[in-house]
């Protein structure tokens, strides 16, 4: 059975009772110091502290190596291993779908890549300014008036299907938490990029 993130504040903080709404880390709360989130095994997280908790079991061995890439997105470990010419290179944590937005498993391919990808989906409405008027939205959502619908930035993604499942840098609370794309550590996401061109098989798996 698959964890929800669920989120704390400080004692001293009026609790939020609000649920991530998108696919990557456009939530204000994900960068407030003083918001706290309970991950696996009910330990409660800092989110100043989540970029060196996911980098904690990643790592990248692949640079001068050479070979046909491919990569393996293992769903119950919340990893995605990166191979070259089937020698392992690299694992970086990951943040896949949560329940009811399941990660489909199955084989695909690299179909496209956007280093600067916005959410046709999920987002924001916001006024002329680009102010945020309404956060966390889905675009079928009523827009106030005189608003306009802003996509979630995603960047450096890589769609897996037509139906929008890609990786791309974004939040990691340790669980499964996003709308079915893989959400990867900015410093590993880059490095995949990098060295996965168009084509790159990938493997999900449960």
Request: charged content about 15%; glycine content about 10%.
């Amino acid at each position: 059975m698959k964890l929800s993130a669920r989120y704390l504040l400080l004692p001293s903080v009026a609790t939020l009772a609000l649920v991530l709404g998108a696919c990557a880390s456009h939530d204000s709360r994900l960068t407030n110091r003083s918001v706290q989130y309970l991950g696996t095994g009910n330990t409660v997280i800092d989110p100043a502290t989540k970029e060196n908790l996911a980098l904690k079991k990643s790592y990248w061995d692949g640079s001068g190596i050479s070979g046909s890439p491919s990569m393996v997105i293992n769903l119950s470990k919340q990893t995605i291993s990166f191979y070259k010419s089937r020698k392992l290179v690299g694992v970086s944590a990951i943040s896949s779908g949560r329940e009811g937005y399941d990660t489909p498993a199955g084989s695909y391919k690299i179909i496209q890549k956007n280093l600067h990808h916005a959410s046709n989906l999920y987002g924001d409405f916001v006024d002329p300014e680009g102010n945020v008027v309404q956060a966390n939205v889905s675009a079928k959502d009523p827009r106030p008036p005189g608003t306009s619908f802003a996509g979630a930035p995603m960047p450096y993604f890589m769609r897996l299907t037509n139906s929008g499942v890609g990786m791309h840098q974004g939040f990691l609370p340790g669980v499964a938490d996003s709308h079915g794309c893989i959400r990867m550590p900015e410093k590993l996401v880059k490095i995949y990029w990098e060295n996965a061109p168009l084509g790159t098989p990938v493997r999900v798996i449960n």
